[in-house]
């Protein structure tokens, strides 16, 4: 049954497709284009996120002015290395007893 419906489409298919029409080349452009597509958009997503995230934007803000404000000659030993602002957590909501 499925090789009959195969078949049958394929030769529909042959019957209606333009003659001349490299199909190939039309799928290795179509392939290029979605590809770049799909990494632009991976760059945009990525690039908004971080600049999204509040800790990450005032932690490299604190790191700039702290290099601009300190001489080049003495590291900045009296910074931690890990921001100690409390980080909120969001909890699951306990299971109900009906589900055991």
């Not at 030769?11 to 290029?32: E, N, R, S």
């Not at 800790?55 to 080049?72: E, F, G, I, N, Q």
């Amino acid at each position: 049954m499925i090789f009959r419906s195969a078949f049958w489409l394929t030769v529909g298919f042959l019957m209606v497709a333009p003659h001349g029409t490299d199909f190939g080349a039309i799928a290795w452009h179509t392939k290029d284009q979605v590809v770049s597509a799909g990494t632009d958009a991976a760059e945009q997503l990525i690039v908004s996120q971080i600049l999204a995230d509040q800790t990450l934007t005032k932690s490299v803000a604190r790191s700039v002015v702290t290099r601009l404000v300190s001489s080049s000659t003495s590291p900045s030993a009296h910074l931690p290395m890990q921001d100690s602002t409390a980080a909120t957590f969001v909890f699951p909501r306990p299971r109900p007893a009906a589900m055991g």
